[in-house]
């Protein structure tokens, strides 16, 4: 069994609320009330051979809420829909507390990260917290494969608003994949009230690791308008090498 253990930096408070002695493991739900409460997670994605790691990132909040027909995080909880998909946890409380100058306190968390055995296996893993208050963000452990992924994008500090993101990629070669959110800011208002009022069109690029796989870009003032469409993405071109004469 594959397990790794993570430090995280916790304020004093939240590290005094666990009232965890020792090693206790945490099931079912309650993982994910700890991992809300403590503000228990990785920070940082830890890549499993032969699987596949995807991410959402770049506005206040992000979840993914489908991978192909299996819900994932509730769009009304914004909680793991099954608890069984979390990862199982365990909080160390160290009996040597670490402070820093923001009065911080150091909690050990052990996170089974056992590979996946089949190909429909999938598990969640709070990554960290979000912008939002209450909120975690998570990443969705799966095996390679052809997958249909549905994500909301939350722009604005509001649950109110959202901005839902699907698509088709075929995830064949095992890493981390992230759905990076941002604005399309061109530059190119022509200075009306109506477009100086209409917010930047939102885009999506799906990073493979660190180089830019696809990109989609809300339309505006087109017939789709409100849709995302798949645009170009341009690579950077080799440098050319002098030949040796």
């Known amino acids: ?62 979840e993914i809420v489908q991978i192909d027909r299996t819900m994932v995080i509730s769009p009304e909880t914004h909680k793991p829909v099954n608890s069984s998909m979390l990862v199982a946890m365990k909080a160390t409380s160290e009996g040597k507390k670490i402070f820093t100058s923001s009065k911080h306190s150091k909690v050990t968390m052990t996170m089974d990260m056992t590979p996946l055995m089949h190909n429909n296996s999938m598990k969640i893993v709070p990554l960290s917290a979000s912008a939002m208050p209450r909120l975690t963000n998570y990443y969705a452990r799966v095996k390679p494969a052809k997958r249909e992924v549905h994500v909301n994008f939350y722009p604005e500090n509001n649950v109110g608003y959202v901005e839902r993101f699907a698509m088709i990629h075929d995830f064949s070669t095992p890493g981390t994949y992230q759905l990076r959110a941002y604005q399309n800011k061109s530059g190119q208002k022509s200075g009306s009230l109506l ?51």
């Open 1 to 62: 069994m594959n397990k790794i253990r993570f430090a995280v930096w916790t304020s004093t408070f939240i590290a005094a609320s666990l009232g965890l002695s020792g090693c206790q493991a945490l099931t079912g739900y309650q993982q994910i009330e700890q991992a809300e409460s403590a503000k228990v997670w990785t920070g940082t994605i830890k890549p499993i051979a032969g699987e596949v790691n995807i991410a959402c990132v770049g506005t206040y909040h992000c």
């Open 195 to 245: 477009e100086t009022a209409s917010p930047e069109p939102l885009c999506v690029e799906l990073y493979q690791g660190n180089t830019v796989q696809r990109r989609f870009c809300k339309q505006i003032g087109t017939n789709y308008q409100g849709e995302f469409a798949e645009t170009r993405v341009i690579k950077a071109a080799s440098p050319k090498v002098k030949a040796k004469v």
